[in-house]
């Protein structure tokens, strides 16, 4: 399952509807293998200054870290 659909479900589970985080992204101009290879810390800051609030996940619940190695290849 991809990080998107985890983030749909997880979203829909917590009564937030459905919610596309890879989606998201890509409307920002993020694709995901430009996060591959990529620590959690610069990751984040990248999808962070394409205006992207992180907050709002972590307002889910969502482990953010876990969320993002998901596209990064790496661990939290």
């Not at 596309?20 to 293998?33: C, I, Q, T, Y």
């Not at 990248?46 to 482990?63: A, C, R």
């Amino acid at each position: 399952m991809g990080l998107g659909d985890m983030l749909g479900k997880a979203a829909g589970a917590l009564g937030g509807g459905e919610f596309d985080f890879a989606s998201k992204m890509g409307e920002l101009g993020v694709d995901p293998s430009m996060l591959q290879g990529l620590d959690i810390d610069a990751a984040k800051s990248m999808i962070e200054e394409k205006g992207f609030d992180l907050s709002m996940l972590d307002s889910l619940g969502l482990n953010i870290d876990d969320l993002i190695a998901k596209f990064t290849g790496g661990g939290a």
